[in-house]
């Protein structure tokens, strides 16, 4: 079945590249027609910027491969599932830093009035966590520059990984770039800074943070890219426990697949021959830094001392992590309570080769440390939502219910006054609306709740529903002039019959989830927003 998939915004060339070779098997056929579809929404809407962008970086910029950053650039590294993901929360809770956010990320070949639609747009198809750990996740959460390297650029592992597993001898080489051709590692450093560059372009004074686990091979790529201005993080964890998360997020992403997933002995191994080759080249790589650009800190540590590890790393990096992002780290915490880790099924783990016992002992070796440090207390109340809140909250989307629905009409009535041949019914406007509804009650109510979800999904729906007899009389007026049943009867016809359309259902769907996915939502907000 279709999914919302990890490219599902690549542009259409790129998929086609992807493709190119590759016989999809038919069982997987309705799948890859889901992704066409929304590829192909992903090229069109993002297509103009691209192209100027494009040529704007060809023409105008010298070199096309670096990106001179002074307020500095911090890259987390470290293999998938060791933390770096909630170090870059972490660090993403301060509003002094920017960072890529996944709606950008997904649409790497796009920028601003394209990632504003995106932004809009995936509200509904995102899940509030990940599959595979349930962390916190959605469109304005922290991404992975990964997914622009392999959604716009073509210079990434993701396809071997998640897509074409059976394919990944072509697409290994860029775990560490060394098998790379010059051209490819030229496309590599020039989409990367192209990214870098818009991400930053809004706030250029602000110190750019990157997160992508292969990274940790690509120091002197990075360096290449960013000069004396980028420092690196990583972060490590028992390697034992890294492995067996590997195979089970492998596990959980599964329907992002285009053929049959890998035997678990066979993906375990493959898992430890990479993790054990990237982490082997960070420490070799990490020597032609000079001192203060790389911290090492450990996933169990941080875990333990978030706030004084984080102060103890970002000193030897030579930056300062401010009371206010102290402050904001706490809030964070506080808002996301303790962490529930999902229920995990009894999945196949694999069985490890002869070789496991004697790389996991070299990763340990290769693993980092860092003084505990002094533990830096800031009490910050969290903030439930509570049942008076609740009241104003709902009241709210009433209110907004009805402003929203009178607006409605009244763009359609002055668009008929203009175009009086153009009937609109402007059924997408429904999902803004539930946008709208959702976001307006939540702010309100001070934090989500799944009553305040299912009345903001409703009242979507009753807006919808309650203007569709006035826009009917605007653009139809049936029964003009006869009594006041045909006028009801055929006038009410006619506004059932623009409510049982397709496209109308599916954007009354698309609003009602929207709405819901907003005021419905519990968790912590995304760092830094």
């Known amino acids: ?306 706030i004084g590890q984080l102060s103890t790393s970002f000193d030897s990096l030579g930056l300062d992590l401010s009371d206010e992002h102290r402050i904001s780290i706490t809030r964070y915490l506080n808002d996301l309570g303790t962490y529930q880790r999902p229920a995990h099924t009894g999945i196949d783990l694999g069985t490890p080769s002869e070789s496991e016992p004697a790389s996991i002992q070299q990763l340990q070796l290769l693993r980092q440390t860092q003084s505990q440090a002094e533990t830096v207390s800031l009490t910050v109340p969290s903030h439930p939502i509570h049942l008076a809140r609740t009241g104003s909250g709902l009241l709210v989307a009433v209110v907004s219910a009805v402003a929203w629905g009178l607006l409605w009409i009244g763009l359609i009535w002055l668009i008929k006054q203009s175009f009086p041949d153009y009937r609109p019914r402007l059924d997408q406007l429904v999902w803004i609306g539930g946008s709208v509804i959702g976001l307006l009650s939540i702010r309100a109510a001070g934090g989500g709740s799944k009553p305040l979800g299912i009345a903001a999904a409703l009242l979507t729906l009753l807006v919808f529903v309650s203007i569709s007899f006035p826009i009917t009389v605007i653009n139809w007026h049936f029964a003009q002039g006869e009594s006041v049943s045909n006028f009801l009867y055929h006038n009410g016809k006619g506004a059932l019959h623009g409510l049982s359309a397709p496209s109308s259902i599916i954007y009354a769907v698309l609003g009602m989830l929207t709405a819901w996915r907003h005021a419905s939502e519990t968790g912590p907000r995304a760092p830094g927003i």
């Open 1 to 306: 079945m279709p999914v919302a998939h990890l490219l599902a915004l690549a542009p259409f060339d790129v998929w086609l590249r992807m493709l190119y070779g590759h016989r999809v098997r038919p069982r997987y056929w309705f799948r890859l027609l889901g992704i066409g579809f929304t590829s192909l929404i992903g090229t069109i809407w993002s297509l103009p910027e691209r192209v100027i962008f494009g040529l704007c970086w060809s023409v105008f910029k010298k070199d096309q491969e670096r990106l001179d950053h002074p307020p500095g650039v911090l890259v987390i590294v470290g293999y998938y599932r060791s933390g770096t993901t909630h170090a870059h929360n972490l660090i993403a809770c301060d509003p002094d830093i920017v960072t890529p956010r996944w709606y950008q990320a997904l649409l790497g070949q796009g920028l601003w009035m394209s990632w504003a639609v995106t932004r809009f747009l995936l509200v509904p198809f995102l899940g509030s966590s990940r599959p595979q750990d349930g962390v916190g996740f959605g469109p304005l959460w922290p991404g992975e520059d990964d997914f622009s390297l392999a959604g716009w650029g073509h210079c990434s592992t993701l396809p071997g990984r998640l897509i074409f597993p059976s394919r990944w001898d072509q697409w290994r080489k860029w775990n560490t770039l060394e098998e790379c051709t010059e051209a490819d590692r030229k496309r590599w450093r020039k989409t990367l800074a192209g990214f870098a560059w818009k991400i930053t372009r809004r706030q250029p004074d602000r110190m750019l943070v990157l997160k992508t686990p292969s990274h940790g091979a690509h120091i002197t790529e990075l360096v290449k890219v960013f000069g004396n201005h980028v420092r690196f993080l990583h972060v490590s964890r028992d390697p034992t426990k890294v492995i067996e998360s590997n195979i089970r997020m492998h596990d959980a992403l599964s329907s992002h697949l285009l053929e049959d997933p890998l035997d678990a002995t066979t993906l375990r191994a493959r898992i430890v021959e990479e993790y054990l080759e990237i982490e082997h080249a960070t420490i070799a790589q990490a020597q032609s830094l000079d001192e203060g650009r790389i911290a090492f800190i450990t996933h169990e540590n941080l875990i333990a001392d978030p």
